[in-house]
């Protein structure tokens, strides 16, 4: 089991960057994919940017040259680097981890005003 608590949303103007944090409570290191979603009310839960064990990455076409996920294995930490923020980026941001069963985060809300 693991369990996600999500840090570092607020409130940006666009053009602003944001770091969101992802604290596991167990080691990341060996977890099948660790990831990001985004979703908007009446939306689908859409994957913004997701790492595998294996070292492969995804991002969304939307977030591709903005956004970079990384890991710190030490600190059981996923972080997703957001810059270049529009508004359209303004979401609820949930941590996911996958390792054959899906754990969420809290989630945590990042506003971009235009």
């Known amino acids: 089991q693991v369990h996600l608590v999500e840090s570092g949303g607020g409130l940006v103007q666009a053009g602003g960057s944001l770091r969101l944090s992802c604290a596991a409570s167990?080691?990341?290191?060996?977890?099948?994919?660790m990831g990001w979603y985004r979703q908007v009310p009446g939306k689908q839960r859409e994957l913004v940017a997701s790492f595998t064990s294996g070292g492969s990455i995804y991002y969304a076409d939307s977030v591709k040259g903005r956004f970079t996920i990384s890991k710190d294995n030490a600190k059981d930490t996923v972080y997703l680097q957001m810059n270049s923020l529009r508004p359209e980026d303004t979401a609820v941001y949930y941590c996911n981890a996958n390792n054959y069963v899906n754990y969420w985060g809290q989630g945590t809300q990042v506003t971009v005003s235009s």
């Open positions: 167990r080691s990341i290191f060996n977890i099948n994919t």
